[in-house]
């Protein structure tokens, strides 16, 4: 009787995390650059012997890889990256990857998103443009160019992040081992004008949620009724009314 407890505690457990990775996806349905995270479960058996048990794992969490929707918005400086690949920022937390790409540029020529974190180059250094020099092409493999001439190129990296990661903001991540620049590979690159948007699908992870807040609630009341019998059982063995 209480292993079976034992084994709706970690089902529980599991179901709670994927409602938290869940409602974070759907609260960032309409983040740029955003990716979703995703949970990978698997069963643990239990080394009790003569024991055949087996328990719901805590889960694994990763990001989706699919890319989100192109928005055009003909801005200079809006950036979206092609392919399985990141923007890199300095930001408080440390160098942290984005694929929110729309960048601004400070009154002393320095390329910053948003919120004002600089952009990285390949070498991660801070990247410095004139806006006074001309309009700002840029090349698909990210170099930024003025008057038909390269002034600078926007750092493109590959991650790996089988090692675990933390969300940075909204939509950054700093990854456990450290990203490496992308140098030749044609299965990455960036777009000038585009910016990429969130690649959840808002109505699937809404349903998702709806079925496993369901799928909690259910083992809840069988975790209820079960200690309901381990309880009258007690008291009939034990003798007492």
Known sequence: MQTGLYVSLSSQIALDRRMATLADNVANSTTVGFRATEVKFNQVVSDQKNADVAFVSQGEEFLSTRNGGMTQTNGAL???????????????AGATLTRDGRFTLTEAGELVTLNGYPVLDAGGGPIQIDGNAGPITLS????????????????????DLSGGFVRAGNSGIIPARAPQPILDRV?????QGYVEESNVNAIGEMTQLIQVTRAFENIAALMRGSEDSMNEAVRTLGGSK
Request: aromatic share 10%.
């Open 78 to 92: 809006d950036f979206a990256i092609k392919g399985d690949a990141w923007f890199q920022v300095e930001t408080p």
């Open 140 to 159: 698909a493999d990210g170099q930024l160019n003025q008057n038909g001439r390269p002034v600078a190129a926007l750092g493109i990296f590959e991650a």
């Open 187 to 191: 299965d990455a690159g960036v777009m």
